[in-house]
């Protein structure tokens, strides 16, 4: 009893430590650095509102609004992606194969986000859609023909991903909560399985060499992972601020309102999956072709599905966009700042990271920093 | 023909039945009353209506269809709606928000849709609400988180409203008020069901009543014979004593 209550007590300790520390950190470091960039910052967002208010008129009811500043800072982001290839050989590390990296996993945290952030039915098993089209495109090739056009096999592939999303998804309509999501874990775990049981039509552990890199020149594979990832980015913003989205968010937040407004939420719930599955599945190909290598660890595992939920976590989970920072976060910090650090520990820091998110900064690192550059000056949110 | 009949409708819990062999109709443009003590099976009763409960007996009819097996959201499509005891608004939408969830189109495909800021104002008025739509839900005062709930279900345009408890936590000005709105909606072209544990609130808003007790219809007919019926009295005070 005694010793219950001296734990309790340490705990509240503990936490009281935590609590005056992220106040005096709020208060010496937080609000002045935040104060001086507003003083900076707020010119530029007076500069640029009147092209926010156009975007805003024009396109906001499509996809939401944006202060000056905020539309300063996507748009820069945009350019400086775009000119990657001129700033980041001057970077030590290999920064133009981590960005082009991170472009098809931010196109897997943004497709686990339209689903599993915006409905609440929180998948672990999105690198299966990923995989089935990975391996289908892998497939075609060594079983149909090499020379295949990838008119034939992109499509295709993308359906594989369909398909297996709304095989994944099925559960979704009878099961809530954790049931669902062991079901999507279990579905991951099966098709690893698959992979090494039918090994001489899977591939096994080694899985596929034969697919054919989309090139090998790093400035050239780079855009062909930026341009798919910019117009995933588009449409699944489009997806998210429509009624689409805002039902699936009314999903997550109240299933049975969904169906007291005349709405079919089965309907909605797999329409999610093909939302994501789609994404998924054009992600897929362009890991397939990026190297070529289909195997069980770069696009099955386990670990791949969790590593999609922690770039989406880092970003900011149910924003869609927020998700694609986090991705190039995740795999700048993994391949780039922690390159010379062995692999367990480059992995562990990686966890920590994300736990330390998922503690203090539960709606995401971007999130937090697309709200703070819109309230500087700006009067939206 | 009526906008509702029910028949023979049954609904098993396991052992409990929680309503029994329940049978009525309900004519278009009536305000009728549902009463019984606490337990009586009222709730169960809308639950079914709005194919919350799958039943275990029994047949409903509605506006000339048989929906007795229909899931909900077509239920209210076909111009059925409930405002529940619980009111659950989604905290992170707007008031106008949470309205204009109900107004959208059944469809994956309809991306843009739903009602216009100026129809959901409308809605919002009917329950005087339209001063605050821009009000998260939490920041509003019980009463008001009751009409929102209101202001929802009129948002699906139903024929048929279902009112499960609408008077709870409300003082004497908000039940006159809100009496006076529901009077309004009836004239407006809506049929109304009110369900209420006591008797006392309602007497004067519908033109009928059905009593349920344990389950079982009990009586039936004008208010004031109602409030006379000796085993309706019983039933009440047999609940009270409890």
Known sequence: MADAEGRAEGAEGAAAVLARSRSTLRTSVVRPVGSVATR??????????????????????YFGTVTGLQLLVLITTVLALFAAPLWAPYIVGNYLYTLAIACVWAIFAMAWDVQSGYTGYISFGHSALSGAAGYATALLVVNVGPNLPLWVTIPVSVLAALVVGLVVGLPALRLQGPYFSLITFVAVLLFYRLTIGFSEFLGGETGFQEVQAFTYDPTLRFYYMLVPMLLVAVGLTFVARSNVGMVFVAIRENESAVAAAGLNPTAFKLWSFVMSAIPMGIGGVLLAHFSGNVTPSSFVVVNNSIEMIAM????????????????????????EVLHGVGHSLRYFTLWMVVLAVLVFARDGVIRRLWHAIGAIGGDSE | MSLLSVEGLTKRFGGLVAVDDVSFAVEAGEIVGLIGPNGAGKSTVFDCLMGVHDVTAGEIRFDGAAITDWPTHRIVTHGMARVSQESNPIGRYSVAANIRLFTLPNSVFSFHGGASDAEIAEYAARVDLDGRLDERPGELPHADVRRLEIAKALATEPDLLLLDEPFAGMNQAEIRTLSEQIESFREAGTTIVVVDHNMGGLMDLVDRTLVLHNGRKLA???????????????????????
């Open chain 1, 312 to 335: 989406a976590v880092l970003g900011g989970i149910g924003s869609v966009l927020a998700p694609i920072g986090g991705a190039f976060l995740f795999v700048i910090l993994r391949d």
């Open chain 1, 40 to 61: 900076l910052l707020e010119p530029l967002d007076r500069a640029a509102s009147p092209a926010a208010a156009a975007f805003n008129r024009s396109l906001g009811q």
């Open chain 2, 220 to 242: 039936a007919g004008e208010p004031d014979d109602i409030v006379a019926n000796d085993a309706v009295q019983q039933a009440y005070l047999a609940g009270e004593g409890a």
